[in-house]
């Protein structure tokens, strides 16, 4: 030992032993008991426990909706036991469901097999959720979606022209006037337009769009679009209260910058501040409706430059990432990435800063808000601030993607802006580098100020392993005290981007499509029993009308000729809860579900020969497997 540590010192010496100590227990990973609440008392992880256990048989207080990322999905799951409840198929075919198999729900796919679910954002009345609707984005294909709550089924997918990469989106006006849409990745307009990279700065435009939501059915379509400059448009939220009637985006690459190998990282953080995009959705109606819009693909579109008042920018650290609009509406919060600070804006100030035109630039027909008249505070919440939420009762809690942590602070007013550290109350580490966060009705008027979920990237391996591929985390997180508390980890499917919360009896969810229910459209093709099923042939077309009752089909043979087409209408005639049937033919890459009460229609192509079986994929009495039929493809 004095022969090493003579040429080394002690100091280096200490340092290596150190390394490699911590080298050789990343080789070893801890015993399984050792895992267990590792770093936390016997009494905390028994009070954590009680806090998340839902006994079986008992009920969730919360519904968590998670987007599902590049799966294209929704997922559900219970709070506070992070109990994962349900997927419902978005974007992307999903056979347990039959979902994209039938003619139905195909359509709506148009064409897609994936799509990349990022915001969901539910229905609103008077700024509370109101549990009929929830909308969540592609962030890949310029479209939007609309799931009922009634059976937590997608009803509407909407593609929009002009809008590339639909990042800026779902977020809900107060009284669900509108969805958000924004473009992500600006590019040449109009849309199908080239331009050379070269021309980025000239050629290449962002897209806001409104979405108007019908408020008796929730049927969408496009209200306007307004052109911007070629930034990159990020996330959103709507006004409430005084701040109603205004949508907000933050945008980065103020630079308006793309070089070929130049690294967007680097070249779009160059200047101090990028942006919050504030449109003012009712003067975007107007001016659609005193005919200022120039049709665009078949879009309204509105510029900047010829309707003055639509919209405006508010400077912001650059990089940034969150905009969220606080409980009380006044407080309008924005994150830069690139900044250890939040800042805080007066929605008061911002209104006096355009009535008095005190602008401190103007780009493309945008002014842009002198940044000091219209800042209400700048908060030192640590490293990496992405996304904040609220608890209703005058705090924020802000995600810290390079920190792996949550920062709780206090809301304006403030006694004391000399010092603004003192207003971060408390920091709860997360294990991971959190993105989003979610609170219990977090983004509403009033949220409730007991839960919080961490939606993490980056695993740290606080689960068994499952190879390369590893799960996404999600962290319940205890907010009714003053000091938060990590009380669960869950993990799910890929990828969570952003979630919502809503008090699970809001949610009035059918159990079976009743036959008398007005609130169902009666289907044509349904039929109640075996004597209406019935196949006809109209020259090369066979239409087949089939009830499925456990545990059979009538008809349950269909007599064609290779090459026809067939049109099957299946109707699941059961009036009771969980008998669900499936529609499965052998060699067709057909599956469908049908729930109680439920018609659904497949049509194809007779082109392999021969006999083909049928039968329920879904298991519906002792007699289940008793349950199929024939094809005899001729």
């Not at 994962?84 to 075919?93: A, E, Y």
């Not at 159990?511 to 609130?519: A, C, F, L, N, P």
């Not at 064609?560 to 099957?568: A, F, L, T, Y």
Request: aromatic residues 10%; negative net charge; contains cysteine.
């Amino acid at each position: 030992m004095k022969m090493l540590l003579r040429p080394l010192g002690l100091i280096p010496v200490l340092l290596i032993v150190l390394a490699m100590m911590f080298i050789g227990c990343g080789k070893q990973p801890p015993e399984r008991g050792a895992r267990r609440g590792a770093g936390i008392g016997a009494s905390d992880r028994a009070a954590a426990a009680l806090a998340t256990y839902v006994a079986p048989g008992d009920l969730d207080e919360y519904y968590l909706f998670y987007s599902g990322g590049h799966s294209g999905q929704v997922f559900v799951a219970g709070v506070p036991s992070m109990r994962h409840i349900c997927t419902i198929p978005v974007f992307t075919p999903y056979p347990g469901t039959g979902y994209g198999f039938d003619d139905e729900s195909g359509e709506m796919l148009g064409g897609y097999t994936w799509g990349d679910s990022h915001h969901p954002g539910f229905s609103e009345t008077n700024g509370e959720y109101d549990g009929r609707w929830l909308f969540i984005n592609d962030n890949a294909n310029g479209r939007i979606a609309r799931i009922d709550l009634a059976d937590f089924k997608t009803k509407q997918i909407l593609k929009v022209p002009n809008i590339s990469a639909n990042h800026g989106s779902s977020f809900i006006t107060p009284n669900s006037e509108y969805a958000t849409m924004a473009t992500r990745m600006s590019v040449p307009f109009p849309e199908g337009t080239y331009a050379d990279v070269t021309e980025y700065a000239t050629k290449y435009k962002g897209v806001v769009a409104g979405i108007k939501i019908d408020p008796k059915t929730g049927h969408m379509s496009l209200g306007w679009e307004i052109v911007v400059p070629p930034l990159d448009y990020d996330l959103g939220d709507a006004g409430k209260g005084p701040s109603e009637g205004y949508l907000f985006w933050t945008c980065y690459n103020s630079e308006r910058e793309f070089i070929e190998g130049g690294k967007l990282e680097v070249t779009a953080s160059q200047r101090d501040k990028d942006y919050i995009l504030m449109v003012d959705w009712r003067a975007a109606e107007k001016a659609v409706a005193d005919g200022q819009a120039s049709t665009v693909k078949g879009a309204p579109v509105l510029y900047p430059d010829k309707s003055p008042g639509i919209c405006y920018y508010i400077p912001l650290a650059k990089s940034p990432h969150g905009v969220d609009v606080a409980p009380s509406g006044q407080w309008i919060i924005g994150s830069g990435k690139l900044s250890p600070t939040t800042t805080v804006f007066d929605i008061e100030k911002i209104k006096k800063a355009i009535a008095e035109k005190d602008f401190e630039d103007t780009v493309d027909g945008i002014p842009v808000l002198t940044y000091t008249s219209v800042r209400e505070a700048e908060i030192p919440v640590g490293l990496g601030p992405l996304h904040t939420q609220f608890d209703g009762k005058g705090y924020a809690y802000t995600s810290l993607f390079v920190e792996s942590a949550v920062a709780k602070w206090k809301l304006p007013p403030y006694d004391d802006p000399s010092d603004m550290s003192q207003y971060v109350v408390d920091k709860i580490p997360v294990s991971y580098n959190i993105g989003h966060l979610v609170s219990a009705e977090g983004d509403s008027r009033s949220p409730d100020g007991n839960y919080l979920v961490a939606l993490n990237k980056l695993s740290k391996g606080r689960h068994l392993s499952v190879g390369p591929s590893i799960p996404e985390s999600a962290q319940l997180i205890d907010i009714t005290g003053d000091k938060m508390k990590l009380l669960y980890d869950a993990f799910t499917e890929p990828e969570p981007h952003y979630a919502v919360i809503i008090k699970a009896d809001k949610i009035n969810a059918v159990e079976v499509y009743k036959k008398d229910d007005t609130r169902w459209s009666k289907n044509p093709n349904a039929i109640w029993s075996a004597e209406e099923a019935k196949i006809e042939r109209r020259g090369n077309t066979v239409e087949v009308w089939m009830m499925a009752v456990r545990s059979f089909f009538a008809p349950d043979v269909i007599r064609v000729n290779k090459g026809d087409k067939v049109i099957v209408h299946v109707t699941n005639i059961e009036q009771t809860r969980d008998e669900l049937h499936g529609f499965a033919i052998d060699d067709y890459n057909i599956n469908i579900v049908i729930d109680p009460g439920e018609t659904k229609t497949v049509t194809f192509a007779a082109e392999k020969g021969g006999v083909h079986a049928f039968y329920c994929t879904n298991f519906c009495s002792a007699l289940h497997q008793e349950m199929q039929g024939y094809l005899l493809v001729k």
